[in-house]
């Protein structure tokens, strides 16, 4: 789950180690923070699209 989340991103050992530690919780904790990361990719998109404010 947070492979496809992370895979192509270049992360430091330190962010990779945190990934790892949060892995070994219990699955719907990985899948809620997985959600909230879609959540902000998506309105970070959605943001980007917008025509810029004058």
């Known amino acids: 789950m947070l492979n496809k989340i992370f895979g192509e991103v270049e992360l430091s050992?330190?962010?990779m180690q945190t990934l790892i530690?949060?892995?070994g919780w219990a699955?719907?904790?990985?899948?809620?923070?997985v959600s909230a990361i879609?959540?902000?990719i998506t309105?970070?998109?959605?943001?980007?699209?917008q025509p810029?404010?004058?």
Do not use: H, Y
Not at 27 to 33: A, D, I, M, R
Not at 43 to 49: G, L, M, P, Y
């Open 13 to 15: 050992e330190a962010e």
């Open 21 to 23: 530690w949060l892995a």
């Open 27 to 33: 699955e719907n904790t990985v899948e809620n923070v």
């Open 38 to 40: 879609r959540k902000t």
């Open 43 to 49: 309105a970070d998109t959605k943001r980007q699209e």
């Open 52 to 54: 810029p404010r004058p």
